[in-house]
């Protein structure tokens, strides 16, 4: 099963209460449904000033039509999986973005870095999960210690068994 990223920002438009339910567009319910029964990512906006960029992880349990809402759907997370970082991993790191999947061919930041629901691919994924609580990131690789986890290591986090194809 795939992972998504979920973009949220406190004053949202949207009636989201990211511990609870995440509320979006029709446009993105293909995009959101693979990842029921599966780990996502909450991105602050790069436009909101001083934004947190990755700051939590949930488990959507299921999605269901916006019974006060037409043509919103709610991402009901599963209760007790909303974890909030200890420190939020920024959008770039050092070596960039973060989420490399946003990028296009030439290597600049594309349009999908603004879509609300997105598939990260697995690599991208891992270095959200395993960030240092210090701040640092790393690459590919797992986190050295419990101290120093934001999760349990990318490992005991089911990921998708081949990168998602860009869209």
């Keep these: 099963m795939p992972h998504c990223v979920f973009m949220h920002k406190a004053d949202s438009i949207y009636d989201d209460i990211p511990a609870e339910r995440y509320q979006f567009p029709a446009m993105y319910l293909s995009r959101a449904e ?8 909450y991105l602050e906006p790069r436009k909101v000033t001083n934004s947190r960029g990755y700051f939590a992880v949930a488990k959507v349990e299921k999605i ?31 070596e960039g973005p973060i989420e490399r999947g946003v990028l296009n061919e030439a290597g600049a930041i594309s349009g999908r870095a603004r879509a609300a629901v997105r598939p990260p691919l697995r690599a991208d994924f891992a270095r959200i999960v395993n960030a240092k ?6 690459s590919d690789g797992e986190a050295q210690g419990a101290g120093d986890r934001v999760l349990p290591a990318a490992s005991q986090v089911p990921v998708v068994a081949s990168p998602v194809p860009r869209v």
């Design 133 to 138: 609580v210090s701040g640092d990131h790393q």
């Design 34 to 41: 693979p990842c029921i029964g599966d780990w996502i990512v």
């Design 64 to 94: 269901i039509p916006d019974p006060t809402a037409p043509g919103m759907f709610l991402a009901l997370i599963e209760p007790g999986t909303y974890l909030d970082f200890v420190n939020p991993v920024p959008f770039s790191g050092p």
